[in-house]
């Protein structure tokens, strides 16, 4: 009995265990599930999961709403996660922010995903155009265009593009911005890119005085702004769109003086008159133009003719507005015949300058009228106010650039308005900023520079 109780007990040892009955004794002894057990299911599912947030964040991006962006992405770490936390950061106004994130996104991708990298780097190019850090590297965009460009992704390559052409309007480059913009073919871009193009089309046309290929743009804007559905764009386009109602200049002919628009200001500048323009410092009949941005007093004499035309100015008050002298004496009046012959030289083909009794008078060669046109506001530091008039803060090192002037007599020029209110600083070291409140009722186009635009 006992011999028979053991062989059933030694039976039962060396009997084989089920799969089943063995996956289950492991479970219990590791606490874990095996490899092949369901496992993966919730890995897939999460991956999915992950896939889905980004693809929501990134249509709310696209339409114009950061916020519910955010909420999708707030918690997420990976790269493509602080790429769309990045855009909505700088959608939402931190620009910093924005771009500290979209930098780690950028070397989060690294180089096994240079299409995603790419378009990192654009995000932050478009940052830094926002934020007027013209310094930027332009050769950085540059690359990144040419991957896109490389991975088929020809959307982001053209807006690659348009952000150059947005970088060279904005430092008054015309000529290169128009030969950037004619390469972009538009007719496969989204309603929202259509609405940046059109805008950068006005923005050139509206630099170059072409109001009615300005007004044509804007009302494509409008309409793609509508279509796109993004608050944000159809406010931009409706802000450009009030260039061309508000007064850019001041007319000054025969004594008389009035307000011009835009449109007006085109009409003058394409007429047979004698212009003296104060805003570009240029004299100009039709097509021949004669540069007097580098010869302030030359200028200065040539307004006050202008102004006075058909009379003459009495040398007492050319010598005031050229040299800022209170009594004309006789160093005064040999300093003045020397500026007034090399006036002459300057403007031979246009106009003489000839000598009266009481002073001097100018004598169109052709025209028939002679016209000022003064800026709509008189300030001595009135192009570095229109830069800051878009209401974007802005370095010193960026209104140099785009001025073409040395960064100290930006600087200057800065303390001055500073002093008496008109702009205001902010920060410190590299990261100061200025900025400033629109000049109410007035346009300052005609003040930005536009480099090449009057060879």
Not at 8 to 14: D, G, I, S, W
Not at 25 to 31: A, G, I, Q, V
Request: hydrophobic share 45%; glycine share 6%.
């Amino acid at each position: 009995m006992e011999s028979e109780k053991r062989r059933k007990r030694l039976h039962r040892r060396e009997r084989p265990t089920s799969p089943r009955r063995l996956d289950s004794e492991k479970l219990r002894r590791t606490s874990r599930q095996p490899d092949n057990a369901p496992r993966a299911v919730p890995e897939v599912t999460e991956e999915r999961g992950v896939h889905s947030l980004i693809r929501t964040a990134a249509r709310a991006l696209a339409s114009g709403d950061p916020l519910t962006a955010l909420n999708w992405v707030a918690l997420c770490n990976d790269a493509p996660a602080l790429a769309l936390r990045g855009i909505a950061m700088a959608q939402l106004g931190d620009l910093v922010r924005g771009k500290a994130l979209l930098k780690r996104a950028a070397r989060a991708f690294g180089s096994k995903d240079a299409l995603a990298r790419a378009r990192c780097i654009i995000a932050e190019a478009e940052i830094a155009l926002v934020s007027r850090d013209l310094t930027w590297p332009s050769k950085a965009l540059s690359a990144a265009r040419t991957t896109l460009e490389e991975h088929g992704d020809r959307v982001n390559a053209a807006y690659a593009r348009y952000l150059e052409v947005r970088h060279l309007l904005l430092i008054g480059r015309l000529d290169d911005a128009e030969r950037q913009l004619a390469e972009l073919d538009p007719t496969h871009f989204p309603p929202a890119f259509k609405a940046a193009y059109e805008l950068v089309i006005a923005g050139t046309a509206i630099r170059r005085l072409r109001t009615k290929t300005a007004r044509a743009a804007l009302t494509r804007a409008s309409r793609a702004a509508h279509q796109a559905g993004i608050p944000a764009l159809m406010a931009e386009v409706e802000s450009t769109s009030l260039v061309l109602e508000t007064p850019a200049a001041r007319l000054i002919a025969r004594g008389v003086e009035r307000l011009l628009f835009l449109e007006d200001v085109s009409t003058l500048l394409t007429s047979k008159a004698l212009v003296i323009d104060g805003c570009r410092l240029i004299v100009r009949e039709a097509d021949t133009v004669v540069s007097l941005a580098r010869r302030p007093v030359l200028f200065a004499l040539a307004r006050a003719l202008g102004e006075a035309w058909p009379g003459d100015v009495s040398r007492a008050t050319l010598v005031a507005r050229a040299f800022g002298g209170k009594r004309a004496d006789e160093s005064h009046r040999a300093r003045l015949r020397v500026e007034v012959g090399r006036l002459r030289k300057m403007l031979r083909t246009l106009a003489g300058v000839s000598a009266t009794m009481r002073g001097f008078a100018l004598v169109p060669r052709r025209a028939s009228e002679v016209a000022v046109l003064a800026r709509p506001l008189e300030e001595e530091h009135a192009p570095v106010l229109a830069f800051l008039a878009d209401g974007e803060s802005w370095s010193s090192s960026a209104l140099a650039l785009a001025l073409g002037a040395s960064q100290r007599t930006v600087q200057r020029a800065l303390d001055s308005l500073a002093s008496t209110g008109k702009v205001q600083p902010f920060g410190h070291g590299r990261a100061r900023r200025w900025m400033t409140l629109p000049l109410p009722g007035f346009t300052t186009t005609l003040l930005l520079p536009a480099h090449c635009q009057f060879d």
